[in-house]
C-alpha cells in the first residue's frame, strides 16, 4: 500500500507531457523541410493551478495531432517537443534555439534558409498557412 502511494505521489509531482515528451535538451537533425513545435514542459500541479496554460497545452496538442498527417504527405518533418530548448544540426552547424518570453511555438527550418519563429498556439489553419508560406507547398 505505502508503495501505491509513493508511485502517486510520485505521479502527480513529476512533470506532464505526452508519451513523446524528452525532458533532456534534445537535437534535432535538419535534412530537409522541418516543423518543431515546442511546449515548456509543465506538472499536473502547474497546470492544475493554472487554467490559460492547461487550455493552452490542450489546444496545442489537438492541433499538433491535427496537422501532423498533412504535413507528412507534404514531406515535412514535425517535432512536438515539450521542452525549455533544443539544439538543430544544419548540415555541419550545431545551434541551440531558447525561446523568448514567449515559450510555446513553432521554428519553421529548411537547410539553406533563415529559420522562422513563430510564437503562441497556432491552428492546424495557421500551421497549414505558415508552412506554405515559408516552404512554399501548396496543401491539397
Do not use: W
Amino acid at each position: 500500500m505505502f508503495a501505491v502511494g509513493v508511485l502517486g505521489i510520485c505521479l502527480l509531482a513529476g512533470p506532464f507531457a505526452p508519451a513523446t515528451a524528452n525532458h533532456k535538451q534534445r537535437t534535432i537533425v535538419v535534412n530537409g523541410k522541418t516543423i518543431i513545435a515546442f511546449f515548456p514542459a509543465v506538472t499536473k500541479a502547474e497546470l492544475h493551478k493554472d487554467p490559460d496554460t492547461n487550455e493552452a497545452l490542450s489546444d496545442f496538442q489537438y492541433y499538433a495531432g491535427a496537422v501532423r498527417e498533412r504535413l507528412k504527405k507534404e514531406r515535412i518533418l514535425f517535432h512536438e517537443l515539450y521542452t525549455y530548448s533544443f539544439r538543430l544540426r544544419v548540415g555541419k552547424t550545431l545551434s541551440t534555439f531558447r525561446p523568448a518570453k514567449i515559450q510555446v511555438g513553432y521554428y519553421f527550418v529548411a537547410p539553406g534558409k533563415k529559420p522562422r519563429i513563430e510564437y503562441g498556439v497556432m491552428t492546424d489553419v495557421d500551421l497549414l498557412n505558415v508552412a506554405h508560406e515559408y516552404f512554399g507547398t501548396p496543401f491539397k
